[in-house]
């Protein structure tokens, strides 16, 4: 039996690790849910109780606690500090600290079995690492790879419960307003000195730290008005020739991975925990080249899921040691 908390609990990544670990065998002893004043107060029903959303504050947490973050940076490195200070194990959802050495970065398919019991701070990675790396981390096994290219196409739900809203509205508007509503915005995050998005940047250094392989990564992000569910296209540059059936046989043993004939939608995706890979095929020109469609629900697989999938390892690390 353990107790969670979860940090954010009412935004739409925190509500999602709500009803997904309502669905889960896990045995939780206790749940708390934490927010801002703006919610706090608010009950939320899971497995039958109501549960009484609570301020985030330094006393909220416990020795042996293991808190899920759904929370902004800003305020991720605020209160979580204060979490790992009282002997909680923080699975932070935030990119606050997924870049420090010490902290490791996990896709479970892919990275799950570095956890150790002595890590109590572990992040989730970005949306749109999580499902590229689930495509590219059992590639690493038929051939090295020597560099990979991803156009993102992001749904608006990877700004949160604000870009759904914002995207609702417009529509009503009608189409000749609204910066989501028929438009593919061409920027996500802030841009950088060197003329790429905070976005692009995380997808450069978030895939090789949770492959533990070097090799350059040229990203291009977009928002298109989809409300759930990001889809890429990737190219990726292996040193030697690799067949298309050889790479669609490896993908489709991969667990959390289903392999299709055609690109897969974002409707179609979309309250499902598999990452979706279409279109497999060699450049015709260059055999060493191999090109696919990746698609999943970024809400779910690509945040909430991720995050309780770590969960259930850093909780049974906990209860094998006892």
Known sequence: MIKVGIAGATGLVGSKMVSILQESSLQINELKLYATAKSAGRTVNFRDLPHTVEIIQNASWEKGMIILGATSSEAAVKWVPKALEAGAYVIDNSSAFRMKADVPLIVPEINGKIIEKHHKLIANPNCSTIQLVMALGPLQSIAPIEWV??????????????????????????????????????????LESSGYTGEEIKLIKETPKILGIEFP????????????????????????????????????NQAGVKVKQLGVQPVEVEGTNTTMIGRIR???????????????DNVRKGAALNAVQILEIVAKKITDSL
């Open 149 to 190: 290219a991803v156009s993102t196409y992001q749904s608006v739900s990877g700004s949160g419960r604000d870009g759904l809203s914002a995207l609702k509205k417009q529509e009503s508007m009608g189409s000749s307003v609204g910066h989501f509503h028929q438009n593919v915005v061409c920027e996500i995050d802030s």
């Open 217 to 252: 990564l040229f990203p291009a992000c977009a928002r298109v008005p989809v409300k759930i569910g990001h889809t890429e296209s990737v190219t990726v540059k292996f040193n030697k020739k690799v067949s298309a059936e050889a790479v669609k046989e490896l993908l489709n």
């Open 282 to 296: 060699n450049h015709p020109a260059d055999k060493t080249i191999i090109q696919f469609w990746v698609t999943a």
